[in-house]
Nanobody, 115 residues
């Protein structure tokens, strides 16, 4: 079993930055990929970014050039650096880890972008 705990969500003004962290309860080396998704009420969960075991990254179109995903296997943590935040980035952000057919989710962290 794997537990994922997200942190770093906050209220931030448009144009600001936040860094989200996803701490895993055990080694993340085998998980491929790991990623971040987000969801707002009434909408489907959408891809924000993923990162493979080898460091290959993939981003949703709406965040390309503004967000950066990274992973630190030694710290069992995945990060999401979010810059130039917009009101439409407001959502609950979820960490995800895949291990073959197994799919793990964290409980989510709220990001609110508002003046």
């Amino acid at each position: 079993q794997l537990q994922l705990v997200e942190s770093g969500g906050d209220l931030v003004q448009p144009g600001g930055s936040l860094r989200l962290s996803c701490a895993a309860s055990r080694s993340i080396v085998s998980f491929n990929p790991m990623g971040w998704y987000r969801q707002i009420p009434g909408k489907e969960r959408e891809l924000v970014a993923t990162i493979t075991r080898g460091g290959f990254t993939n981003y949703g179109d709406s965040v390309k050039g503004r967000f950066t995903i990274s992973r630190d296997n030694a710290k069992k943590t995945v990060y999401l650096q979010m810059n130039t935040l917009k009101p439409e980035d407001t959502a609950v952000y979820y960490c995800n880890a895949r291990d073959g057919i197994k799919n793990y989710w964290g409980q989510g962290t709220q990001v609110t972008v508002s003046s």
